[in-house]
């Protein structure tokens, strides 16, 4: 992963989204123990790295999900 200084909040995402594949920002921000403009530049990264999907399509209250790990389940 090239996320910089956030690699290891990345990791520590990656790693709860395996037992919780959805998530909002300010969950996020919770499990992370972070501040909420963190937890959402960290989700943004993982949504231009197609790591997760937002499905709700509103611009506030987004929920996302880890959909390619998702997808395993489903075949």
Do not use: C, W
Not at 5 to 28: C, D, E, M, V, Y
Not at 30 to 37: A, G, K, P, R, S
Not at 45 to 74: H, M, P, W
Request: aromatic share 12%.
């Amino acid at each position: 992963m090239t996320f910089g200084r956030r690699a290891k909040l990345g990791q520590r995402l990656l790693l709860h989204l395996f037992s919780r594949p959805a998530i909002n920002i300010n969950k996020t921000a919770q499990v992370l123990n972070v501040t909420y403009n963190t937890a959402n530049a960290l989700v943004k990264q993982f949504v231009e790295a197609e790591i997760l999907k937002e499905i709700t399509g509103f611009s506030r209250n987004k929920y996302f999900i880890l959909s390619d790990y998702l997808a395993l389940f489903r075949e």
